[in-house]
């Protein structure tokens, strides 16, 4: 795993990471792991997962949540940090102005307010 860290995007793996970080009846420490492997994954299906954490109280969370978005919205291959060449239909220069590991207040609504405008044609 050359990047360090998970990196299975296994639909099943996705879906357990996804319960493990939006459960509050886990642990700070391993609901923070999940997300970050959700966030290096950063899939479809992890999508909808990552959304959610944007609302949440933890700021950590939060800028996990930032960071897997933008890597998908700006088509980081995983174990990248940067995006790859060619086109991409979700890479926009706001998409690209608003890529960091940051759960400040103006990240977290760009966000969320892609994910309200994308969620339907990414979830076909």
Do not use: C
């Not at 959304?51 to 930032?66: E, F, I, K, M, W």
């Not at 960091?100 to 990414?122: E, I, R």
Request: no cysteine.
């Amino acid at each position: 795993m050359g990047s360090g860290g998970f990196n299975n995007a296994d639909p099943a793996a996705i879906s357990l990471l996804g319960k493990l970080a939006s459960d509050n009846s886990n642990g700070e420490d391993l609901r923070v792991a999940a997300a970050a492997a959700l966030a290096r994954v950063h899939t479809k299906q992890a999508l909808p997962i990552l959304a959610q954490l944007l609302g949440g109280p933890d700021p950590t969370l939060r800028a996990y949540a930032v960071g897997g978005l933008s890597m998908f919205a700006n088509n980081v291959p995983v174990g990248s940090h940067e995006p790859a060449a060619g086109d991409w239909p979700w890479r926009t220069a706001e998409t690209i102005a608003h890529s960091a590991m940051v759960g400040s207040d103006d990240q977290v609504q760009f966000w969320k307010n892609w994910w309200g405008t994308n969620q339907a044609a990414l979830l076909q």
